[in-house]
């Protein structure tokens, strides 16, 4: 739950949606994956702290970079959904994505680079292209896109 703030910190659904460029319905969503945490007012709405701001742009930049909600989740864990965020507890998160986000890179750069002289050159060529899979021999090597996944 939301630790308790003063009414007049407190924020309605949609004025966070507003302020975070984020619909309604997402951040219902984020509540129910636990991402985030309202309290709610006597009328039973829904309340949020003002804080709950920064934790949802860290979603939304998480999400852009690729990371899964279910990751995003798993990074947010050591910081409860009421509590903010501080700058420390960012520089810990994002130390622990560090690797995974350059094992992204690194994948991206290979298909890049495998993909770059073939995509819209029309030549077809099964002598020359880097993605030709004669006999099905890559097929022995493992499953899925064997020449893109390679280092």
């Not at 947010?76 to 986000?101: F, H, N, Q, Y």
Request: include cysteine.
């Amino acid at each position: 739950m939301a630790r308790t703030a003063t009414p007049s910190r407190m924020l309605s659904v949609g004025e966070v949606a507003r302020r975070s460029g984020v619909a309604v319905s997402t951040l219902h969503f984020y509540e129910a994956k636990g991402l985030i945490a309202a309290s709610r007012s006597g009328g039973n709405q829904r309340r949020y702290a003002r804080d709950i701001l920064r934790r949802i742009a860290i979603i939304r930049v998480a999400q852009r970079l690729g990371v899964s909600l279910t990751e995003i989740a798993g990074l947010l864990k050591p910081i409860p959904a009421g509590k903010t965020p501080t700058a420390a507890d960012v520089r810990e998160m994002v130390a622990s994505w560090r690797t995974a986000l350059q094992e992204r890179i690194d994948g991206l750069t290979r298909l890049r680079d495998h993909l770059d002289g073939c995509i819209g050159c029309g030549c077809l060529s099964l002598e020359d292209c880097p993605l030709r899979n004669p006999s099905d021999r890559l097929g022995e090597e493992g499953r899925g896109p064997v020449l893109l996944q390679r280092p």
